[in-house]
């Protein structure tokens, strides 16, 4: 999900997000909780991460692993915005090297110093494309949509990010996103709440 996450959000011919790096690397540690809670290892609980199951995730990737692991490895639990704003810069890096490693994308830096900045442009790309086109399918035919798509676009409405989608989806999503927060399980709900909260800090503090 935090893969499919970050293609979403980037314009696969230039590489840059289509949203601020704040609420990219938010919406990466939350994509990736959404995937570690649908798959029933952690739960959500008055606003607050819990471990559901401290086995070995097996062959999880390994952004899955290391959120499961800084949340197993903490003596008490945690908000959602902690973890959101406290693990965004490793999961970042993690899924980009996932995604390049895989062939989708390719790594470009550019500048100096502190104006150093890298871009992800596609190399492969229908793969990098198609979370975009999924979501945006979903959304206009929600007889589609599956728990993870559901989260996914109630997750984009969260981050007040929904002009990342083309216009057709943008107009037709904020009512299917009314329906999906209805019909979420409790922990996910929590889980976006967290979400928006942090978001919703990140945009009071940027405009101060």
């Not at 996450?5 to 938010?26: N, P, T």
């Not at 329906?179 to 929590?190: D, N």
Request: with cysteine.
């Amino acid at each position: 999900m935090a893969g499919a996450f970050l293609l979403l959000v980037h314009d696969e011919f230039s590489g840059r997000s289509r949203c601020s790096a704040d609420l990219l690397r938010g919406g990466l540690v939350g994509a990736q909780l959404a995937e570690l809670v649908i798959a029933g290892r952690m739960g959500v609980a008055d606003g607050r991460v819990h471990p559901l199951d401290a086995d070995p995730l097996g062959d999880a990737r390994p952004a899955a692993e290391y959120v499961m692991e800084c949340v197993l490895g903490q003596p008490r639990q945690h908000t959602v915005r902690t973890w959101t704003e406290n693990l965004g810069d490793p999961v970042h890096e993690m899924i980009v090297t996932e995604l390049v490693e895989d062939g989708v994308i390719r790594r470009e830096s550019g500048g100096f110093g502190r104006r150093r900045t890298e871009r992800y442009p596609a190399l492969d790309l229908l793969r990098a494309a198609a979370p975009k086109a999924r979501i945006e399918r979903m959304i206009t035919t929600p007889r589609e949509l599956d728990l993870a798509g559901a989260f996914t676009i109630a997750m984009v409405w969260a981050l007040g990010i929904e002009a990342v989608l083309d216009a057709r989806a943008e107009r037709g999503g904020a009512d299917l996103v009314e329906r999906i927060r209805a019909r979420m399980p409790g922990p996910l709900r929590e889980l976006l709440d967290g979400i928006g909260s942090s978001a919703a800090a990140t945009s009071l503090a940027v405009r101060r």
